[in-house]
């Protein structure tokens, strides 16, 4: 629980100020941190009213995600090395995305549903709260049991760790936590600028998750399996390679693809954050075309 | 700025939505829909307004601006002395609203959980929620809902529980768009019981739309109607009914087929086999013309029907010229309700 709320910290609700007048920004921005932690309280207590069910739905999710992965395990009982790449530097590509992610569809997973609510009109209830609209909407429906996503992540990735061959120095060590917490930031600020694009078209959940839940697939490969023009508009155009390929491939002392220089390897926390300003804006502008056009 | 005499101040205020429409293969014809064309009005700190008017007349989008939701296209529109478009967070902790179509609590959780969260995120402190919402429980009876996920709450036990948790945190306006829609006579009453008593002894300013006049007959001392994005009316209730000439409708059972009955209070606007239906003014009482009908007829069964609003409007345009006849479609769509038929004891 600790580490999701950090990840809040960095991304959350922020975005949702949508009140350019007086309050100010930080004011808005603490606010909206409490309602969102009052929410996901609220959600959790709900949760663990039938502790049965909830234990059932995360081992389901658990497993459901496991089975991801042992498609890759079989995948390497016929051949040794997947685009040149042994089965634990695999894992640890696909466990530091997969944790990245959970992360994100832990604490962000609701914000694909603005579609629904802008068409059945239950957005306005949210505009009637003394509380930015994006940290209520991000706590909505907070589901525990997503932790089955994360911790079978966890698992994939630690035993990629432990696997790969590595001359592991501090700076490398750093990156792991470093890449997999900028990841999750990235993909969070993909999902509120999915979200906000749904302010103008209304169906474009489908657009989004190719985004989110497409793009975390493409990570769990190495970029070489891959031509290198979608290798190239994955790296320039959605900024997700660096979620995971750019600092992996440094941890493991592997060449970049389309010879990019190796100082990229540091670069996410800053792609973070000025994903993280993009999203922002674009919440910004989609809500307040939603305010001048009505729904 | 506290202090000012009018707790919502609206003035000159426009809502035009762009509607795109397809027009041919690919070609989209953009056309501007003027929801709300120019309206201004003042309500009085610890006044009950009526705002009425037929589907798509801009009332809901009228409402929406009020709250912050909608930013209007011109004018200018002060609650509380607040900018809502500007301060939309700020002015949220000093109003209540309640949507009739759609619920604000939180569809899946019970209702006590919406009120929880209501109490911290408003930060509401301990002892006034504790009264307020004790109070809420027992004149809206509550008391055996607050377990029950909202979901499976019908629709008037819902819009109980959506108009307490509206009034929690003491808001000084409540806006309520359609409350008594769909819901039975008993729920009606109860809940138009409560509002008088708030606005009383809270002194809380109440705006409300609704399409039933009994509403407004009940609650509101000042009507104001909206049609095609303009003011219409504004004035009492009776007033509304003298200047739309309006009727009412008394329906009669007789005990048997009779031809049309005749009397110099009402007009027999309409027979089918023993049941007949006669008019008479909407300001009139209906006890002299019952008294005077039980006497020279064989009467069995007896309702009044409250003028219809769409049908006091069009009353009202048949004296007034029409307003430029380009403005059709609905940019709020309100659902079509039935008039009330109420009942008339001693029938």
């Known amino acids: ?295 | 700025m506290a202090d000012t005499a009018d707790m919502i101040e609206v003035d000159g205020v426009e809502k035009v939505f762009t509607v795109r429409r397809r027009a041919g293969l690919l070609r989209r014809e953009k056309r501007e829909v003027r929801a709300v064309d120019g309206i201004s009005f003042r309500v009085a700190r610890g006044e009950m307004v009526g705002y009425i008017g037929p589907n798509g007349a801009g009332k809901s989008t009228t409402i929406k601006m009020l709250t912050g939701i909608l930013t209007p296209s011109g004018g200018r529109v002060r609650v509380a002395g607040i900018d809502p478009a500007r301060e939309r967070t700020r002015l949220a902790r000093r109003i209540g609203v309640v949507f009739g179509q759609r619920t604000t609590l939180w569809w899946d959780l019970p209702l006590k959980d919406s009120y929880r969260l209501a109490h911290r995120m408003y930060r509401i402190p301990d002892r006034r929620f504790r009264e307020n919402l004790d109070r809420c429980v027992e004149l809206l009876d509550l008391a055996e809902l607050l377990d029950v996920p909202v979901r499976q709450l019908s629709l008037g036990q819902r819009m109980r529980g959506d108009i307490a948790a509206a009034l929690l945190h003491d808001p000084e306006v409540l806006y309520l768009d359609e409350p008594t829609i769909g819901l039975d006579v008993i729920s009606k009453a109860k809940v138009r019981g409560f509002l008088r008593r708030l606005n009383e002894e809270n002194g809380t300013t109440v705006l409300l739309t609704t399409h039933d006049l009994t509403d407004i007959e009940q609650l509101c001392g000042r009507v104001m109607v909206i049609d095609h994005g303009r003011l219409m009316y504004e004035g009492s209730l009776d007033g509304l009914h003298e200047a739309g000439g309006s009727e009412r409708t008394l329906v009669v059972d007789l005990e048997r087929e009779l031809p049309p009955m005749v009397t110099e209070l009402a007009r027999t606007v309409r027979v089918e086999g023993p049941r007949q239906w006669l008019a008479f003014p909407a300001a009139q009482s209906a006890a002299p013309l019952v008294a005077a009908l039980a006497e020279r007829y064989p009467v069995a069964d007896l309702s009044v029907r409250e003028p219809e609003i769409e049908t006091v409007i069009a009353k009202m345009y048949a004296e007034r010229p029409a307003p430029a006849p380009d403005q059709e479609s609905d940019p709020d769509p309100d659902p079509d309700p039935d008039p009330d038929p109420v009942p008339v004891s001693g029938g």
């Not at chain 1, 940290?135 to 432990?162: K, S, W």
């Not at chain 1, 220089?261 to 993009?278: I, T, Y």
Request: proline share 6%; with cysteine.
């Open chain 1, 1 to 295: 629980m600790a580490e999701p709320l950090s990840d809040q910290v960095e991304e959350g609700p922020g975005p949702a100020r949508t009140d350019e007048g007086p309050e100010s920004a930080v004011r808005a921005l603490r606010n909206g941190l409490r309602v969102y932690g009052l929410i996901v309280a609220m959600w959790v207590r709900s949760t663990m009213t039938y502790r049965a069910s909830f234990l059932m739905t995360t081992l389901a999710g658990f497993t459901v995600t496991a089975l991801d992965f042992i498609a890759i395990l079989l995948m390497f009982s016929h051949v040794d090395a997947l685009g040149g790449y042994s089965l634990g530097e695999i894992a640890f590509l696909y466990g530091a995305v997969g944790t990245a992610f959970g992360l994100t569809d832990l604490t962000m997973g609701s914000v694909d549903r603005l579609g629904r609510r802008i068409r059945d009109g239950t957005l306005d209830a949210l505009l009637v709260r003394p509380a930015p609209v994006l940290a209520q909407f991000a706590a909505d429906r907070f589901a525990l049991r997503r932790l089955g996503r994360i911790t079978q992540g966890l698992l994939v990735l630690t035993y990629g760790l432990v696997t790969v061959d590595v001359d592991w120095t501090p700076l490398k060590a750093l990156m792991v936590p470093m890449m997999v917490l900028s990841g999750s930031v990235i993909f969070a600020a993909v999902f509120v600028a999915g979200a906000a694009f749904q302010f103008w078209a209304q169906d474009a959940a489908e657009v989004q998750s190719s985004f989110t839940y497409g793009g975390s697939t493409l990570l769990q490969y190495p970029p070489t399996v891959f031509a290198e023009d979608l290798v190239r508009g994955v790296t320039f155009i959605v900024p997700l390679a660096f979620v995971n390929w750019l600092p992996a491939l440094y941890v493991l002392g592997r060449p970049y693809p389309l010879d990019l220089p190796q100082q990229l390897a540091f670069a996410p926390p800053l792609v973070a954050a000025v994903c993280c300003w993009a999203a922002a804006l674009a919440w910004r502008a989609g809500l307040r075309s939603y305010r001048s056009t009505g729904s």
